[in-house]
């Protein structure tokens, strides 16, 4: 087993390969944030909240075919400890 998977700071995705990976403001990969997330050095969702983030991926878990009750879990349990919202308390 491999030790742990690069996962985005903001979202929680598996980043596997280079283009799974966000994109600093000069062009260079940035490893701690997805190509979903984060383009030439800014967030695509710059401004969202914890709990709008949470709820878009739980939404999005939903869409890939995820229980609803299975992908709060999973959001709720990993969102607040990435770095990107680290420290940040979802209201419930």
Known sequence: MKP???IC???GMPMHHLSD???NKNGTVNSDYCHFCYVK???VDHGITLEQKIEKNIAFA???GM???E???L???TLPNLRRWKGLKPLD
Do not use: D, M, W
């Open 71 to 73: 992908a709060t879990i």
């Open 9 to 11: 700071q903001s979202c």
């Open 41 to 43: 050095g800014a967030f």
């Open 21 to 23: 990976f966000g994109t």
């Open 75 to 77: 959001a709720h349990s």
């Open 67 to 69: 229980p609803r009750e």
């Open 62 to 64: 939903e869409k890939k």
């Open 4 to 6: 742990s998977l690069n």
